[in-house]
Nanobody, 119 residues
Framework: QVQLVESGGGSVQAGGSLRLSCVAS?????LGWFRQAPGKEREGVAA???????NYVDSVKGRFIISRDSAKRTLYLQMSSLKPEDTAMYYC????????????????WGQGTQVTVSS
């Protein structure tokens, strides 16, 4: 069983920055950040694999950076130039099986951390 614990959410004004962290109980092959705003579907924000290859949803490219520290089993999301539309609950997700990672089918999820951006 993989446990994920997020932290770092909060309230900021537009243009501000936040860094989210997610600590995993074991080493994971792939990790990602997702978000869900009230009344909207969950969307993938960014993901990173064991080789450090990253990808981002278009709306955050150039503003968010995903990274991982494998020794600390920690995933980060550095968010800059935040916009009100970034307001959402942010979730960390992970998997330990290569086939699931290739299919971006994360089976393990954290409880989420709230990010609120005011205009």
């Amino acid at each position: 069983q993989v446990q994920l614990v997020e932290s770092g959410g909060g309230s900021v004004q537009a243009g501000g920055s936040l860094r989210l962290s997610c600590v995993a109980s074991v080493y994971t092959l792939c990790l990602g950040w997702f978000r869900q705003a009230p009344g909207k579907e969950r969307e993938g924000v960014a993901a990173i694999d064991s080789g450090g290859i990253t990808n981002y949803v278009d709306s955050v490219k150039g503003r968010f950076i995903i990274s991982r520290d494998s020794a600390k089993r920690t995933l980060y999301l550095q968010m800059s130039s935040l916009k009100p539309e970034d307001t959402a609950m942010y979730y960390c997700a992970a998997d330990v099986v290569a086939s699931y990672c290739r299919g971006r089918q994360f089976r393990y999820w954290g409880q989420g951390t709230q990010v609120t951006v005011s205009s």
